[in-house]
């Protein structure tokens, strides 16, 4: 069984939440830990679900490292209910626990689609 990696889910979560304050907001080390360790909470509530349907662990942490890159914008400050849905609604796309058909596969189409071309840009800019 693979381990999740609680440092490195840490570490994503303080990167996470030192971007969402707005610029102008003081970003002590307090609030940044704190809203970091609530951060994690919420990441680790959905680690069992990822393990009982066999996959990495540690894909949560790359779920909180892209919602970062993605949607991580000043300004969400510590609002937990946007990061807890996003990740939620990001894990059921990366371990599917449901069967799919019409327009919802479809958009899983779409879904696939986006993800290969982001993969094809990034790999032409490096």
């Known amino acids: 069984m693979i381990e999740l ?5 840490n570490d994503a979560c303080r990167e ?3 971007c969402l304050y707005p610029g102008s907001m003081e970003r ?7 809203h ?3 951060l994690e909470q919420v990441a680790l ?17 790359r779920a909180v490292h ?6 991580g914008v000043p300004g969400l400050g510590i609002d937990l209910v946007w990061f807890g849905r996003t990740l ?4 059921e796309l990366a371990v599917p626990n449901t069967l799919y058909s ?5 958009f899983l189409n779409d879904v696939r689609d986006g993800i290969e071309l982001s993969i094809e840009d990034a790999q032409a800019s490096d």
Do not use: M
């Open 5 to 9: 990696h609680r440092a490195a889910l």
């Open 28 to 34: 002590s080390a307090d609030i940044v830990e704190t």
């Open 102 to 106: 019409g327009d919802a596969l479809l």
């Open 36 to 38: 970091a360790h609530q």
């Open 16 to 18: 996470l939440a030192h």
């Open 45 to 61: 509530s959905h680690v069992d679900f990822v393990v009982a349907l066999g996959r990495d662990p540690n894909l949560v942490t």
């Open 66 to 71: 892209y919602v970062r890159e993605a949607h």
């Open 88 to 91: 939620e609604c990001l894990i």
